[in-house]
């Protein structure tokens, strides 16, 4: 069985552009969390996602959304970013929503900002 | 604020030796659970091992085994027979029914093994 898929895996931006990041869940899982992984800050929640609709959203700027389709697979966007945007992005899958699914990691997205 | 705190930014064991890394968080939830995660340099989060609240129980996992003190809000992680392969940035999370599917991760603790 695939595991979570997370394209592209390194990404050069410039500050004031917008990316988008993707995400593939592992087959039959519906919920999708997104995750900011900086030294500085650690693993941040960003949001999640369960068919389709946002369930949650962590602390951050409207700058960063996210959008779920209906084979599962996540969208992240990021617009006008900034160099603090710098980051690893850590997508997690699980079969459903609730806190005893466990949540299985992609291998994340490295994004550097010039 | 509910934190997690893993207070050994670093940790190094002797291959077959056993180690043990700390962790403590903060929340005045009751329903929650608790995980620890690997991370090797190939940056894959890995689930290692996971822990409801509601459960006194201390669960075990092969060569990994949790030390649960509900009370003290302390989850610290236990590796016996270290092997090489085991090194890794180690975080320390949990999860809050109320929250749904945020998860609130410590520092980390990275655990060299040395051969």
């Known amino acids: 069985k695939a595991g979570v898929t997370q394209t592209p895996r390194y990404l050069i931006k410039t500050r004031g552009q917008q990316v988008t990041l993707s995400c593939s869940p592992i087959?039959?899982?519906?919920?999708v969390s997104w995750y900011q992984q900086t030294p500085g800050q650690g693993l941040q929640f960003l949001f999640e996602?369960?068919?389709?609709?946002?369930?949650n959203k962590g602390n951050f700027p409207g700058r960063f959304s996210g959008r779920q389709f209906s084979n599962s697979r996540s969208e992240m966007n990021v617009s006008t970013l900034e160099l603090g945007d710098s980051a690893l992005y850590l997508c997690?899958?699980?079969?459903?929503?609730?806190?005893?699914?466990?949540?299985?990691f992609g291998d994340g997205t490295r994004l550097s900002i010039l | 604020a509910q934190t997690v705190t893993q207070s050994q930014p670093e940790m190094s064991v002797q291959e077959a030796e056993t180690v043990t890394l700390s962790c403590t968080y903060d929340?005045?939830?009751?329903?929650?659970?608790l995980f620890w995660y690997k991370q090797p340099p190939s940056r894959q989060m890995i689930l290692v091992i996971r822990?409801?609240?509601?459960?006194?129980q201390n669960a075990t996992e092969n060569r990994f085994s949790v030390n649960f003190q509900k009370a003290a809000k302390s989850f610290s992680l236990k590796i016996s027979d270290s092997q090489l392969g085991d090194a890794a940035m180690y975080f320390c999370?949990?999860?809050?029914?109320?929250?749904?599917?945020?998860?609130?991760f410590g520092a980390g603790t990275r655990l060299t093994v040395k051969p």
């Open positions: 996602y369960f068919s389709e609709t946002q369930r």
């Open positions: 999370a949990y999860r809050i029914s109320s929250l749904g599917e945020d998860m609130r």
């Open positions: 997690a899958s699980s079969v459903g929503t609730g806190v005893i699914q466990p949540q299985h």
């Open positions: 822990q409801e609240a509601y459960k006194q």
């Open positions: 929340t005045s939830e009751s329903d929650y659970y």
């Open positions: 087959s039959g899982h519906r919920s």
